[in-house]
């Protein structure tokens, strides 16, 4: 729904008129065309940006020297998830929207990806199960759950200490 890709059950979705949305999906990395290089996928999506600037992008998500012409027929799970993370990131979007953003990263992957998130300067919403990435990068939390929202300014940590002791906030009912 935040997407735009599916209506509403009930209620508005509004978007500002200027706000840029960049979207990850979980299965993104499954759509690349098999003949392409990684060069070619970045700079189908950013055709405003020289192939350095695309050098220096794809090597904050670890594909360096001779990898950018790699094609993405050869590229692992986890090495296609951080080539469709950094499709997003060449834009200025004011919000991006991440579906389970580390699934298939390893370590420094996922390192890598938190360091990108703690330097974007917009709105971040992301859906994840990984508890480290959710404690690292959250400053609000909303569980889901029995078609109620729960919400809780702060951490992970503290939106679990809240929830043990009751004080979560309900924001909507279904």
């Known amino acids: 729904v935040l997407v735009g890709s599916e209506e509403t059950q009930g209620g508005i979705r509004v978007v500002g008129d200027r706000v840029s949305i960049g979207y990850y999906a979980q299965d993104e990395g499954a759509w690349f065309r098999a003949g392409e290089s990684l060069l070619d996928v970045i700079l189908a999506t950013s055709p405003e940006l020289t192939q350095g600037e695309v ?14 012409f790699k094609s993405v027929a050869a590229l692992s ?49 992301f859906v994840s199960h990984d508890r480290y990435f959710i404690q690292e990068i959250a400053t609000r939390v909303l569980e889901v759950r029995d078609e109620r929202i729960l919400s809780y300014p702060g951490s992970y940590e503290d939106f679990l200490a809240a929830k ?4 979560l906030v309900p924001v909507s009912a279904g």
């Open 55 to 68: 050098r220096s992008l794809l090597a904050r998500f670890r594909f360096r020297g001779d990898d950018v």
């Open 77 to 125: 799970g986890g090495e296609r998830a951080r080539l469709a993370m950094a499709r997003v990131f060449p834009k200025r979007h004011h919000l991006l929207l991440l579906d389970e953003p580390t699934n298939h990263l390893d370590i420094v992957s996922r390192q890598a990806l938190l360091e990108a998130l703690r330097a974007y300067g917009g709105t971040l919403v």
């Open 164 to 167: 043990a002791q009751g004080r």
